[in-house]
């Protein structure tokens, strides 16, 4: 039932210490096989409220689901409206929180959505295909050193300059449209050397527009914070984050939370909004095994915290 469940997503939700008749959150819903596994340690009165802003996702979600019928309640909305959104349901807390940051497989797979640089399709990569910005907005009107920043910042990409410097020189004269036209362009501007190593030379620009168009890394943050808020005491999040950026976020959230600001010298009381509200579960992250990795090369950079609430 459950062949497409990672090894790593299995931890993640075993993690959570499943009450079976909690309330849990998926906040990454992607193909369903994190809920499933959920959905089936939990009892007729448990509940899932699984979040994604890709309408395709969901509605496939709602098929493979279907048996477990009112205990799972979808919502189509990126998770940074978390709280927003359980509110309106009038869900004040929860017992755990699910959150898997990597790019489901069937967005990767599909080559219209333009999340891949091994297909040739329009330059989109929206995970919400509601939403304006796309990756083509970004490559063809977004100033160089916007380009610059974001290719540095999101993908961590040594030439960043050079690629932004040749996406200019070739957009005065045709757009770029497609993820085949900017892999050429891509490869033009990075030095022959550093395209014989590290992998596919597009991987990290792809990262970062990706990143830049669904605003990842600001919604992640500030949907894990919520998470934290939303928990009820001895509640659990599990959160498995796929590159460094994400996993520093997840790190620094965990520890500050974990940790008491200093005190005043010589002060009295400690006060209980100095109190610990974490209690980190995972001291260091889980990451895949090797068998498992043979499996699903995807999961290579996999990295898996867990947190409790205090």
Not at 44 to 66: C, K, S, V
Not at 162 to 180: D, H, L, S
Not at 236 to 259: G, N, P, W, Y
Not at 289 to 310: D, G, M, P, Q, T
Request: overall charge neutral; some cysteine; aromatic content about 8%.
């Amino acid at each position: 039932m459950f062949q497409h469940t990672t090894v790593l997503l299995k931890e993640a939700v075993d993690g959570l210490n499943i009450r079976p008749d909690g309330i849990y959150v998926d906040c990454t819903l992607g193909g369903g096989g994190h809920s499933e596994y959920l959905l089936s340690r939990l009892s007729e009165r448990g509940r899932l409220f699984a979040f994604d802003q890709d309408e395709a996702a969901i509605m496939h979600a709602r098929e493979r689901l279907a048996r477990y019928g009112r205990q799972v309640q979808f919502v189509h909305r990126n998770f940074r409206f978390l709280q927003e959104e359980l509110s309106a349901l009038g869900v004040k807390s929860v017992d755990g929180v699910l959150f898997d940051l990597g790019v489901s497989s069937p967005q990767l797979d599909e080559p219209e959505r333009g999340f891949s640089y091994q297909h040739d399709a329009p330059l989109d990569m929206r995970m919400d295909r509601t939403q304006r910005l796309t990756a083509a907005e970004i490559v063809n009107r977004w100033p160089y050193e916007e380009l610059v920043r974001i290719f540095f910042r999101y993908g961590e990409e040594k030439f960043s300059k050079q690629v932004a410097r040749k996406i200019e020189e070739v957009r005065r004269t045709r757009p770029i449209e497609t993820t085949g036209e900017l892999v050429e362009v891509i490869k033009e501007a990075i030095p022959a050397p550093a395209r014989r190593s590290g992998g596919h030379p597009a991987k990290r620009i792809f990262q970062a527009l990706r990143i830049a168009v669904n605003d990842e890394l600001e919604a992640f943050r500030e949907a894990l914070e919520q998470a934290i808020e939303l928990l009820a005491p001895g509640g659990r999040v599990s959160v498995i984050t796929f590159h460094s950026l994400e996993d520093r976020i997840c790190k620094e959230t965990f520890k500050k939370a974990s940790e008491s600001p200093p005190l005043p010298p010589g002060f009295p009381v400690f006060p209980d909004d100095y109190r610990p509200v974490l209690k980190i579960i995972t001291k260091k992250p889980i990451v895949p095994s090797a068998e498992e990795l043979e499996r699903n090369h995807r999961a290579r950079s996999a990295k898996l915290r867990i947190a409790e609430k205090l």
